[in-house]
């Protein structure tokens, strides 16, 4: 099953969407969230895989950025409990192309 839940949209679409389709979600995955985040405009909530390092919601608090990183992804320390953040980070500093490569 899937490891991110996101719903887009009003913040009324997702004050009502989002509790909807987190208890359809872990139910589907057997698993409640590990970590979620709301903002104006996206509703995010993932999923700890059953193997492995949880996966979790890394946040900035200066710029109120937010990024989760789901499935495998290929980069430096990947196994660190802290790439999502690491990544985040990079995002915020460096333009988003020299990051992707």
């Known amino acids: 099953m899937s490891d991110l839940l ?3 949209g009003s913040d009324a679409t997702r004050a009502n969407g ?3 389709l ?3 979600f872990e139910g589907m995955n057997q698993r409640p969230l590990a970590d979620s985040e709301l ?5 995010c909530g993932v999923v ?5 390092a949880p996966q979790m919601v890394a946040r900035d608090a200066a710029s ?3 990024l989760a990183i ?17 990544l985040l980070a990079r ?11």
């Open 6 to 8: 996101v719903v887009v």
């Open 18 to 20: 989002f509790g909807q």
């Open 22 to 24: 987190t208890a359809l």
């Open 39 to 43: 903002s104006a405009w996206v509703g």
């Open 48 to 52: 700890s895989k059953e193997f492995g």
């Open 64 to 66: 109120g950025a937010f």
């Open 70 to 86: 789901v499935g495998t992804w290929v980069g430096a320390r990947t196994n660190s409990p802290n790439s999502a953040a690491e």
């Open 91 to 101: 995002c915020l500093r460096e333009p988003i192309h020299q990051v992707a490569r």
